[in-house]
């Protein structure tokens, strides 16, 4: 999937998505491990990359929640002196 298509959806769709991408990966692992050729070699590293494109964004939604939260903490403790 593409990075805006990825951006567009809700948290909880990422966090199915990945799970789904996760399955996909374990069946094309376990192909690949017993020998048989996989219908489409390409698909295992794109499947890594778009779990890797969600695991961007997951982070991204925490850091920004997580640095919203220290600025509005360090706002209220701020005292301000005018110069």
Not at 10 to 32: F, G, I, R
Not at 46 to 72: V, Y
Request: charged residues 30%; contains cysteine; glycine residues 2%.
């Amino acid at each position: 999937m593409k990075f805006k298509e990825l951006k567009a959806m809700q948290k909880s769709e990422l966090k199915d998505k990945k799970t789904e991408l996760y399955k996909e990966l374990m069946k094309e692992n376990a192909q690949v491990a017993t020998g048989t050729t996989p219908k489409n070699p390409g698909k295992i590293r794109l499947t890594k990359k778009t779990i890797a494109r969600i695991n961007l964004l997951l982070a991204e939604e925490n850091n920004q929640a997580w640095q919203f939260a220290l600025n509005a903490d360090y706002h209220k403790t701020c005292v301000f002196v005018k110069a």
